[in-house]
């Protein structure tokens, strides 16, 4: 599956924006889904989960639970990451990831997934 991912771009804190991953070559029901984002010189961190097929079924980081929201349009192949009140600190490159096999324990374990998207940047300034 490959995977593409957009929405990134500038925002002040407080602000709100949604990312996009549309996946080609497979359906994405079929596939853990999940954000991760980096910042220069730090390991890549997970920030939410989406189970196979259904919209329930989330996990999120601490730092994000209760601002951003994962879902999924299984019609459209894409996943989306609604991210509101955003804080400085979530400036990041982020990245989606997809796995078919993956299990709930590995989730927030970025090796674990085999499908990457290019990644799209967000800024949060102060």
């Known amino acids: 599956v490959q995977l593409q991912a957009s929405g990134g771009g500038l925002v002040q804190a407080g602000g709100s924006l949604r990312l996009s991953c549309v996946a080609s070559?497979?359906?994405?029901?079929?596939?853990?889904m999940s954000w991760f984002r980096q910042v220069p010189g730090e390991e890549r961190q997970f920030v939410a989960a989406i189970n196979k097929w259904s919209s329930s079924g989330t996990t999120y980081a601490d730092s994000v639970r209760g601002r951003f929201t994962i879902s999924r349009d299984n019609a459209k192949n894409t996943v989306y990451l609604q991210m509101n009140s955003l804080k400085p600190e979530d400036t990041a490159v982020y990245y989606c990831?997809?796995?078919?096999?993956?299990?709930?324990?590995?989730?927030?374990?970025?090796?674990?997934?085999?499908?990457w998207g290019q990644g799209t940047l967000v800024t949060v300034s102060s």
């Open positions: 070559g497979r359906t994405v029901g079929g596939y853990v």
């Open positions: 990831a997809a796995s078919s096999t993956i299990i709930n324990s590995d989730r927030r374990n970025a090796p674990r997934y085999p499908y």
